[in-house]
């Protein structure tokens, strides 16, 4: 007797891996982007779901680019590459942005971000896909490697201005720690309905 699934699953679905663009932004547009964050102050990068700033833990710097008419077009361009990503990997049910887009830098003397998930209680529960925009070019910067933790081993995330790199915010990942230059990226995260 042959038994067959209850609900079929598309067998293109992933849902613990990762998408890409290698040209997500081009160069244009990322200076259109450095342009629109001189416009916003910085403040200290805090804990994920927390508001303590505990830099053995995360030490960077971020600025909130809220959604106006400025920003609209680079809102719409990352929730483009969020629905072929999602069409292409996951399946999430997708209808949400509550928070804005986090511009940040990882400056040379240990500006990192150890592990961690972009989900959590309360406010971030509704997180389900992460999106990071690499800002600088690899010759600006050593070290501040974007890494994913997969099945016991990691994953590290090419280095490309302008890439952007589409993943669960369930997945533990990291920015390890910059040991010359400055590296800066955009992160923003895509929601729904709470896992059911």
């Known amino acids: 007797m042959e038994i067959k699934p209850i ?6 679905i992933n849902q613990t891996n990762y998408y890409w663009f290698k040209e997500g932004l081009d160069l244009i547009d990322v200076q259109k982007v450095e342009d629109l964050a001189d416009t916003y102050p910085y403040t200290k990068g805090t804990i994920v ?9 995360r030490k960077s710097k971020i600025k909130w680019l809220h959604p106006n008419d400025d920003s609209s077009w680079l809102y ?9 990503a999602n069409k292409a990997m996951w399946n999430f049910n997708l209808y949400s942005v509550i928070d804005s887009i986090q ?22 529960s509704h ?7 690499q800002l600088s070019d690899p010759s600006e910067y050593e070290g501040g490697d974007l890494e994913l933790w997969y099945g016991g081993g990691t994953i590290q995330i090419p280095k490309h201005k302008g890439l952007t790199v589409l993943f669960p915010s369930f ?8 040991t010359k230059g400055t590296r800066k990226s955009l992160v923003l995260w895509v929601g729904g309905e709470h896992y059911k």
Do not use: Q
């Open 76 to 84: 719409d361009k990352i929730l483009n590459m969020t629905v072929e």
């Open 103 to 124: 511009y940040t830098v990882y400056s040379e003397g240990g500006g990192h971000y150890d592990w961690h998930m972009d989900i959590g209680p309360g406010s971030i």
């Open 171 to 178: 997945s533990m990942h990291r920015v390890t720690p910059i």
């Open 127 to 133: 997180r389900k896909v992460s999106i990071v925009v």
């Open 7 to 12: 609900i079929p699953v598309p067998s293109h």
């Open 49 to 57: 779901g927390n508001d303590e700033i505990v830099e053995s833990i």
